[in-house]
């Protein structure tokens, strides 16, 4: 069974200063990892998707690594700010329907709840 | 230009109604999704509809039918509500061959009282 599994589930840390979040899948076969950024109320936004091939991608504040061996996934946040305050999303795509005959599927973890206080 | 909009973004209706939630989007995606977000903030997958076919139903109750007049719309309709459907309601779309990340929408707060 495809899982997406996410940790820590909740996280404060102050402001200016860095955190990883971790994402460990199972999603097989894979086809790529995105993270989302959902503020409170808001639809998730995407802020990074990587494929079997890159190892790591940034967005301004935000760098995401990938080892598709161990099959995990981080997100980095740099100098962290007031408005980083959100949910982050892991999410798993398996291939795309013009390989495996099936439409793609993704495979969302839980979450990880960041807050960033002063 | 909003790219994935629902409508409408709140909705309150008693228990039994049927009510409907409207998708579009205007990106050229070739598929749509209907996830359900419950208390505990986890997305789940519902639908999946792929050039208007469906690809992926996650077991939900089929009081739930989504809809798809064409490729740019994805309704969800659900049936004789009960308290347990009350959640946010997120479309999504995205282009299955180039896998592009999805877009969401703003969600639709559903709440059955």
């Known amino acids: 069974k495809n899982q997406v599994e996410q940790s820590p589930q909740s996280l404060i840390i102050l402001e200016g200063k860095n955190c990883t979040l971790q994402?460990?899948?199972?999603?097989?076969?894979?086809?790529?990892l995105r993270w989302y950024k959902q503020d409170t109320g808001r639809g998730p936004v995407s802020l990074t998707i990587?494929?079997?091939?890159?190892n790591t991608k940034s967005n301004g504040r935000y760098t995401a690594t990938l080892d598709a061996d161990t099959k995990q996934s981080s997100l980095h946040i740099t100098a962290s700010q007031l408005s980083d305050s959100a949910s982050y999303i892991c999410?798993?795509?398996?291939?795309?329907?013009?390989?495996?005959?099936?439409?793609?599927?993704?495979?969302f973890g839980t979450g990880t709840q960041l807050k960033v206080e002063l | 230009d909003t790219a994935v909009s629902q409508t409408p973004k709140y909705l309150v209706t008693q228990m039994g109604n049927d009510k409907s939630i409207k998708c579009e989007q205007n990106?050229?995606?070739?598929?749509m999704y209907w996830y359900k977000q419950d208390s505990k903030k986890f997305l789940k997958i519902m639908f999946s509809?792929?050039?208007?076919?469906?690809?992926i139903n996650e077991t939900v109750p089929n009081r739930f039918s989504p809809k798809s007049p064409d490729k740019a719309h994805l309704n969800l309709h659900i049936n004789s509500l009960e308290l347990g459907d009350s959640a946010v309601y997120f479309c999504?779309?995205?282009?299955?061959?180039?896998?592009?990340?999805?877009?969401f929408g703003q969600g639709t707060r559903l709440t059955v009282v």
């Open positions: 990106l050229g995606h070739d598929t």
């Open positions: 990587m494929t079997f091939s890159e």
């Open positions: 999504a779309s995205s282009q299955a061959d180039r896998g592009l990340g999805a877009f």
């Open positions: 999410v798993v795509s398996d291939l795309p329907r013009g390989l495996t005959g099936g439409g793609n599927k993704l495979t």
């Open positions: 509809y792929n050039n208007k076919e469906l690809i």
């Open positions: 994402c460990n899948y199972t999603v097989s076969p894979f086809s790529n």
